[in-house]
DNA sequence: TATTGTGAAGAGATTCACAGCC
DNA sequence: GGCTGTGAATCTCTTCACAATA
């Protein structure tokens, strides 16, 4: 301890972990919004809690990046904006491009917070010839024709695939051509890509299914079962704060659907994890 | 190794980990695809594949199920998809409601995924009593003010936010003192809500920052810089695939964008990392 | 022979707790 | 006295590698 620098590889090499990078985002949000109320400086307990995060992991956080803290006092908001804003790289200007001009895309390319850190929309592409040219959050669409030519026209890096799941494999694959290295991905689909290429994902349907498990391990526990038995990582079960109250029995689902019907090449069925069967029963 | 049964805690205790929770629904997606072309069983590299995921992690993903493949053959389709199903609480059916219908809340609504899988959106709300009455997707929209009656009367347990940022947290804390416990956000901002309550959040702003930092490091490793400074988790730089060439140079970003400006209670500033200030210097 | 299921090792992330500094 | 920065401990997740087995 305090016997000067040890960790971090060796020589230079940043090494942010990815589990700090993905929390960075959500530090410069709370952080632009003291900064928006002249607050000077702020600690790390008082900044954790507007993050939802605790204390200790905020710090560990920003010691990767540096020392930018003061003891005894804590952390000078408009300094902590900008290095966190340099970290991420949201200096510069990064043009994006929305591929799929649906509901989604739409809604993608009007909203604001796009714009505000350092993103620009430099284009928005849809493969419906009857969509070409129509003005979408103030901006024509543009066909899926030119899409190599935006792509190197305005030195786009990060495209946005809002296309349906079937087009989305092709539509990477002409982006990535293209030269893009970064894809947000909402189609509800695996892309595959090739290695170097950055992909995420929104889905829609999986955040739902997560919470759905969740939901209805809290419905078993209702019905008695040994209070002993959480999901490892606890969820996303935040701590407390606001709360009015907590609210009811929490509301149990309706109908059962689709039973098993064991159809198909019919050969496994062996053992459940142990007896205890919730809700629906296997057959 | 098949020395009878050691892990897990104890006695039953389901304790899937959180973060296979997390890949069911990718596994089930890949599954569910694999069923409609009939495919009668897969192995766990094939699988694995198809949900972009490594065989091993897959194999011990479902050993927390169970053992429901067949040594030499692989899984059963229809089987595994609907123990999969079942783990998730997918064969109930989940009324959903979701609040703030503007661009994003009607994508959302419209959205086909939503009712395939176990949930069937109850309800769209707006506080815009402008919108009152108005058919989203084939369904009225009705006002807030009628909000705790919906979720009652629906059984709601789960939640989707998509109001502005401002209105997030009240929403929220109407929704659980109604009886909701699962809250899917995609309103860029931190609900406090109290223990029990699931939330989880989708945040295209977040998403994209965190692009922005691979892409970041990606340009500048093109510029020199020992090879040898990978983010951790290598981020989701996805394996091999298909792959038009990996493309050029990547295209490099435009512009730079606000300097530091050392305005405010300007206390700090200490070391960086290291010497090698990227792109765009501090002060 | 092919493929699962899983101990054990390894890597990463979180939390603790306290020394160091303002 | 208050708060940061960080080693060390702990916990969780991933990967390895191979015995068990259809």
């Not at 972990?17 to 928006?36: C, K, M």
């Not at 739409?106 to 419906?128: E, H, M």
């Amino acid at each position: 301890m305090a016997t000067g620098r040890t960790h971090r590889p060796a020589t230079r090499s940043r090494g942010i972990p990815e589990a700090t990078v993905a929390r960075l985002p959500l530090y410069l949000r709370a952080l632009t919004a003291l900064s928006e109320r002249s607050v000077p400086t702020v600690s790390s307990e008082e900044l954790a809690a507007a993050a939802g995060v605790n204390s200790a992991k905020l710090r560990k956080d920003f010691s990767y990046l540096g020392s930018y803290g003061t003891r005894g006092v804590g952390y000078d908001v408009e300094y902590l904006v900008y290095q966190i804003s340099r970290e991420l790289g949201l200096t510069q200007d990064w043009p994006v491009v929305i591929v799929g001009i649906g509901n989604l895309g739409a809604a993608l390319a009007n909203y604001g917070g796009f714009a505000s850190r350092g993103f620009r929309v430099a284009a928005l592409i849809d493969a419906d010839p009857a969509m070409a040219g129509k003005p979408v959050a103030g901006m024509p669409v543009q066909h899926t024709d030119d899409l190599e030519k935006i792509i190197e026209e305005n030195g786009v890096s990060i495209g946005v695939i809002a296309t349906p799941a079937g087009a989305a494999q092709q539509v990477s694959e002409r982006l990535i051509a293209a030269g893009v290295t970064s894809i947000l991905n909402f189609a509800p689909t695996v892309l595959q890509v090739p290695e170097g290429v950055d992909v995420r994902k929104v889905d829609l349907s999986i955040e739902l299914q997560i919470l759905a498990f969740h939901e209805q391990r809290k419905a078993g526990e209702e019905t008695g079962a040994a209070a002993e038995a959480p999901v490892s990582g606890a969820g996303a079960s935040a701590a407390a704060g606001a709360g009015t109250g907590a609210g009811g029995t929490g509301a149990a689902p309706a109908a059962a659907v689709e039973p098993p019907a064991g159809r198909g090449a019919a050969t496994a069925r062996k053992n459940g994890p142990e007896g205890d069967v919730p809700a629906v029963m296997p057959a």
